[in-house]
């Protein structure tokens, strides 16, 4: 999987089909997870936030699943819209907002 | 955009110019930030502000300075703007004791030729 500031992959899918984005963390010490969409154009947007208590977290049509025996997050869009289309990025912080690291996203599309 | 204004929203200026890039905030947030986005390097944080005339530096601060005299008002400025400091800029708040989670503005396109 993708690591924290590596390349920009793209994920398409059916309008209407479950997405699944995925990221995976290096610092085995980071206990915040964020996950930002941002569409074309704009400022990233904050869609669900899970801290490393958890392991699954919902939210409206989004869940996100924490496992972090392998370091890895995952973001769950379930009936993906034509306005799901952006690019999707996690962040990772264990000493606050000031040390938040972000990657670099995924590129969601969505077909018609 | 959480109440977040930045200005101006696009720019272009020349090298060896100095360059002031504004955030306004209405929500009374005490922490705020700037980043840049650059393609292979995502959000990069350059200062951070936890409080009026309190500031930090961040990851990539070299040729950035900041200042906060109002609680609503974060300036970067460049002091002598460079070809690689070519960026999209963007401010955000959030943050504070248990509160990690950022609110970003809309950004800032700069072109530096």
């Known amino acids: 999987g993708e690591s924290v500031g590596l390349h920009l992959p793209t994920l398409s899918v059916q309008e209407g089909d479950n997405s699944i984005i995925n990221c995976a963390y290096s610092?085995?010490?980071?206990?915040?997870f964020i996950w930002y969409k941002q569409e074309s154009g704009k400022g990233p947007q904050f869609i669900i936030d899970?801290?490393?208590?958890?392991d699954k977290r919902q939210g409206q049509r989004v869940t996100v699943l924490l496992n972090k025996t392998v370091k890895h997050l995952s973001l769950q869009i379930a009936a993906t819209q034509p306005g799901d289309s952006a690019v999707y990025f996690c962040?990772?912080?264990?000493?606050?907002?000031?040390?938040?690291?972000f990657g670099q996203g995924t590129r969601l599309t969505i077909n018609p | 955009d959480a109440g977040i204004t930045q200005s101006p929203r696009h720019k272009v200026t020349e090298t060896g110019t100095p360059v002031t890039l504004r955030c306004h905030q209405t929500?009374?947030?005490?922490?705020m930030y700037w980043y840049r986005q650059d393609p292979g390097h995502g959000l990069r944080l350059i200062h951070y502000?936890?409080?009026?005339?309190?500031?930090d530096k961040g990851e990539v601060s070299d040729g950035y300075s900041v200042s906060r005299s109002k609680t609503e008002d974060f300036l970067l400025t460049l002091e002598s703007a460079t070809s690689s400091q070519t960026s999209v800029y963007f401010c955000?708040?959030?943050?504070?004791?248990?509160?990690?989670?950022?609110?970003f503005g809309s950004g800032t396109q700069l072109s530096v030729l």
């Open positions: 502000s936890y409080g009026v005339k309190d500031t």
């Open positions: 955000a708040i959030g943050g504070g004791t248990r509160e990690e989670k950022l609110f």
């Open positions: 929500e009374n947030h005490r922490y």
């Open positions: 899970i801290r490393s208590n958890m």
């Open positions: 962040a990772e912080t264990f000493q606050g907002a000031q040390k938040l690291v």
């Open positions: 610092n085995s010490a980071s206990d915040y």
